[in-house]
């Protein structure tokens, strides 16, 4: 009698094999079932058909985490963030290629599914996809220190120029590829300080969101109210750090203010701003009590006029 494996599941890994093995398949077979996977993966296609580049895609972009499908924990094994599914893949490829166990034009296929791609003047292709792929892994390194919101404000601030352009792509953040390493931190605050993750289907806005409603069930509260508490804990950021969460809110202060002050004016807005929210929340109440209150006066004449019909009707 075979003895029963007693392994524990590993619940933080992702299953490199089974993911090459899907890549091949979809660039291989050509009865590779787009239909299906779409299916097992929660993948939405809405009016364009799924293609291949989709699925591959779908895999070195670490969009499989964000997914609550059957496929999901074959694949991820609860691994949460997007970027380190995108990072471990990645890395596995460059691993292969190192050792040319994988064809140039499965490696050409796969890389230009992420953007990543050669003119045909660069020789040899295969080193310098190669090469493009670990930089890659490079940029994407340093995205594991920032890719939830208790850690954003601050990483965001140490990334480099092509860090944030991943960056900006898991948040679905449009920022201009010529903009500088500023304006790219600035682009990505603007969008997390007042809840832009909230209406996003993006994988790091995915997992912001799921990491919100966890830390806050229950709450009165809202996205944007959250991360600014997050940002206005005490020794949390920096002062640069906080001057930009500052601008991004539109709220005012002195060049010369030190962290302790401009926390002050952190908080301040959140008061006025949680007030402001109380206060909208009770309006709307108030609004839906007037309106379903003027609905039944609006019935009351049809029921008496109905009551009177009765009556005359009796009567003849």
Not at 27 to 39: H, R, V
Not at 93 to 116: H, N, P, Y
Not at 297 to 304: D, M
Request: charged share 25%; proline share 4%; net charge neutral.
């Amino acid at each position: 009698m075979p003895l029963a494996d007693t392994r524990a599941p590993c619940n933080d890994l992702i299953d490199v094999d089974i993911i090459l093995s899907k890549l091949n398949s979809c660039t291989n077979d050509p009865d590779f079932d787009l239909p299906s996977f779409s299916t097992c993966h929660g993948v939405k296609n809405d009016d364009v058909p799924l293609t291949h580049e989709d699925v591959i895609s779908h895999f070195l972009n670490g969009q499989c985490v964000e997914r609550k499908a059957p496929g999901r924990p074959e694949v991820t094994h609860g691994v949460r963030s997007p970027v380190k599914m995108a990072l471990t893949i990645t890395e596995t490829i460059v691993t292969q290629c190192e050792c040319k166990q994988i064809l140039l034009d499965d490696l050409r296929v796969w890389c230009s599914a992420i953007g990543v791609t050669t003119t045909h003047t660069q020789r040899p292709e295969y080193a310098i996809l190669m090469q493009k792929l670990k930089t890659r892994c490079n940029a994407l390194r340093p995205l594991l220190n920032c890719d939830g919101l208790d850690t954003i404000f601050c990483g965001v601030e140490t990334l480099g120029k092509q860090s944030l352009q991943h960056l900006g792509v898991q948040h679905n953040v449009n920022a201009n590829s010529n903009c500088d390493a500023d304006s790219a931190k600035t682009a990505i605050i603007d969008h997390v300080t007042p809840g832009g993750c909230q209406a996003s289907t993006s994988s790091l806005c995915t997992l912001v969101n799921d990491e919100y409603h966890e830390s806050a069930s229950g709450s009165s509260g809202d996205l944007e109210t959250y991360v600014l508490q997050l940002a206005a804990k005490k020794g949390k950021l920096s002062k640069k750090a906080l001057r930009r969460v500052l601008k991004s809110r539109d709220i005012e202060f002195s060049d010369n203010e030190n962290v302790g002050e401009l926390r002050r004016h952190l908080r301040s807005h959140l008061t006025r701003l949680r007030k402001g929210k109380q206060s909208e929340w009770t309006r709307n109440r108030r609004d839906a009590s007037e309106s379903e209150y003027n609905s039944r006066l609006n019935e009351i004449p049809v029921l008496v006029l109905t009551a009177s019909t009765r009556l005359v009707r009796l009567s003849l």
